[in-house]
């Protein structure tokens, strides 16, 4: 079975401070790792993605994030918050190489941005 | 290229009524998958639909069904309302079905 946890439901940072969203992964089988962004009232879009290959994932907005298999995390990282950035993150985890796609998400880290 | 639209908006319903939440495809895009996403949570997986027929299911009882159709488009119907359906319902389309997923804006249910 795979499940995500996601450390810190609320974290504030100030604007240009580094912004570190926490996220471990468990998984029987090699997982593919994904970050989405929420924004009030809307959908989920998609920061970035880790399937195979480099283990630091470039996402959008400034966003990056490094898989760790030893540690069984995936961490988001940006190093300088802008006020844009407050939102909600999910961390998402699908199994490589089965059937469907049907995501895993953990409960959420809200990110509060302060001027 | 037109991403993923969800229809309705908003929806208020009464306990023990039906629901049909309808979703478009992103262009080009065969697989849908739907997820209910409680207040305060994370989305959960509810069913998957790939060329018209279901394809993996979560822990949703059977008064969750779905359909697709043949242009991709995709509904999701809930019988018998309870108040914990209340959610927000996220279709989310995929060029098959192992490959990233992207989601429409969601419709809010209400159940009273």
């Known amino acids: 079975a795979q499940s995500v946890t996601q450390l810190g439901s609320h974290v504030s940072v100030s604007e240009g401070a580094l912004v570190l969203l926490r996220c471990n992964y468990s998984s029987s089988v090699p997982p593919y790792l994904f970050w989405y962004v929420q924004y009030p009232n809307q959908g989920l879009q998609l920061l970035l993605k880790?399937?195979?290959?480099?283990?630091l994932v470039k996402g959008i907005n400034g966003f990056e994030a490094e898989f760790k298999k030893s540690e069984t995390s995936f961490h988001l990282t940006k190093p300088s918050a802008h006020m844009s950035d407050a939102a909600e993150y999910f961390c998402?985890?699908?199994?490589?190489?089965?059937?469907?796609?049907?995501?895993?998400f953990g409960t959420g880290t809200l990110l509060a941005v302060q001027p | 290229e037109t991403g993923v639209t969800q229809s309705p908006t908003h929806l208020i319903k009464t306990r023990g009524q039906q629901v049909t939440l309808r979703c478009s495809s992103q262009s080009g895009h065969n697989t849908v998958s739907w997820y209910q996403q409680a207040l305060g949570q994370g989305p959960q997986f509810i069913f998957q639909y790939y060329r018209e027929e279901e394809n993996g299911r979560g822990n949703f009882p059977p008064r969750f069904s779905g359909l697709q159709f043949p242009n991709y488009s995709s509904e999701l119907n809930v019988n018998a309302l309870e108040l914990d359906d209340s959610a927000l319902y996220l279709c989310?389309?995929?060029?098959?079905?192992?490959?990233?997923?992207?989601f429409g804006p969601g419709t809010r249910l209400t159940v009273l």
């Open positions: 880790y399937t195979t290959g480099a283990t």
């Open positions: 989310a389309s995929s060029l098959v079905e192992v490959d990233t997923q992207y």
């Open positions: 998402a985890v699908t199994p490589y190489g089965g059937a469907t796609n049907k995501l895993i």
